[in-house]
């Protein structure tokens, strides 16, 4: 059974760019052999992220990262059961944050910055959905 899950976090303090670049690349390297699929933003030191794969992997995955010492405020968006991936060309492919339309954000906020501590689970993921609309998603594969 495919799930798919979104859960927002905030980076500690020490989080770099040098570390969500080793984050991205542990991740490509684990998820393909777990059958695990999705993406991740990073932005004003905020992850949101959103995984798709079978039930125990993704559940297995999430709970190591709620348990990451990187992240804080681990918050669970969305878990739902799914009949089909939407984001089955990334192993764990990455917001171009640097590409991020501040008008896009403002459709689904209050402000033009990222904050899904702010919006539903269903605002999130439709802001995703437009993001992958738009090409905004680099590290396909």
Known sequence: MLVRLMYASRAVP????????????????????????????????????????GRLAVS?????????PRHQDVMLLAY?????????????????VSRLNPGLLLKYSERAVLDPYAVSGAVSMALFDELVATASIMGQG
């Open 14 to 53: 020490s989080v770099d760019q040098d570390t969500l670049l080793a984050i991205l690349k542990k991740s490509k390297a684990n998820n393909v052999p777990a059958g695990i699929t999705g993406v991740l933003c990073f932005s004003g030191g905020i992850f949101l992220q959103v995984l798709e794969g």
């Open 60 to 68: 297995a995955l999430y709970n190591r990262i709620a348990a990451d």
């Open 80 to 96: 739902d059961e799914i009949g089909e991936r939407r984001f089955a060309g990334w192993s764990m492919g990455q917001v171009n």
